[in-house]
């Protein structure tokens, strides 16, 4: 069994619970459920964006511990005050450290800017949940789910005014798994069967992307080079957490890599 099949066997019994814990209903009463959500694919495509979607994660199962001396709040609005044009929070606590509280914080401080739950959906109740606690996009991991699937989840979460992140890995799931539905679709550079990281399979599926689907690169990237190679084959979404997150202040490596990017931006001219 893969790191994936263990991690959605969980899942699946944690969503369990939490429908047994707290209905629907109740979810619908949470103050954030009734905010206007943001559009992180309008952010992307500014033309003042910095493309950067900046991610709170702890830990993985790859590398562990990553960090957990620092607080959501602090990083989150700091990434917001560097630049990001969006956030990406983990709520998945087994293998990630990450909470619900912690995209309710992020949320909290950030009231302006996109914020994705980044976690492992396989029902509609995590979509309801999304809501509650103030995401503005959810993910979609073609690895776990079926075409059926993401088609209909991916439907309900624009009934829900959400907006929604295709995640792939290869041309097989990019193709079986596109919807209309889908408003972003993001190459995962890390297999999340082996978690070996390359961002060869972004600049291999770009020309492989419908035009009308904003195009975002994730994981394996923290050099300002790499992002502009990305950029010039059609991306606009570079979601980035590791690099910045293994660092005592991750803010401020946003803010390096967002500096770097402006000078080289300026000499490309």
């Known amino acids: 069994m893969t790191i994936l ?24 009463r949470f103050p954030a459920f009734g905010r206007e959500t943001l559009s992180l694919r309008q952010r992307l495509l500014a033309d003042d964006s910095t493309g950067i979607i900046a991610e709170f994660k702890r830990k993985s199962p790859s590398k562990g511990i990553i960090n957990d001396k620092v607080r959501v709040t602090d990083v989150t609005r700091g990434y917001a005050e560097a630049g990001a044009a969006g956030l990406s929070v983990l709520t998945d606590e087994d293998f990630f450290f990450g909470t619900s509280d912690d995209l309710r914080q992020a ?10 739950r980044k976690e492992f959906i396989v029902d509609e ?7 509650a606690w103030g995401a503005d996009v959810v993910l979609l ?30 041309e097989e799931e990019l193709i079986r798994s596109l919807t209309p539905y889908v408003d972003l679709v993001g190459v995962n550079n890390r297999n999340l069967k082996t ?28 050099e ?7 950029h010039g084959v059609g991306y606009r979404g570079f979601l980035i957490g590791e ?11 946003l803010a390096q890599l967002v500096e770097a990017l402006r000078i080289g931006n300026v000499q490309e001219a």
């Open 5 to 28: 099949d263990k991690i959605i066997v969980n899942k699946r019994r944690e969503v369990a619970q939490s429908k047994a814990n707290i209905t629907v209903r109740d979810l619908e």
């Open 195 to 222: 978690f070996t990281v390359g961002v060869d399979v972004s600049l291999e599926l770009a020309g492989q992307i419908p035009a009308e689907f904003v195009k975002v690169s994730e994981s394996g990237l923290g």
């Open 107 to 116: 949320r909290s401080v950030n009231p302006t800017t996109p914020i994705l």
């Open 125 to 131: 109740y995590q979509l309801w949940e999304a809501k």
């Open 141 to 170: 991991i073609a690895a776990c789910l079926a075409p059926d699937e993401v088609a209909r989840l991916a439907h309900r979460a624009h009934d829900l005014s959400l907006e929604v992140l295709l995640e792939v890995h290869d």
């Open 243 to 253: 690099s910045f997150m293994k660092t005592p202040r991750p803010a401020e490596a």
């Open 224 to 230: 300002a080079t790499t992002i502009q190679r990305l």
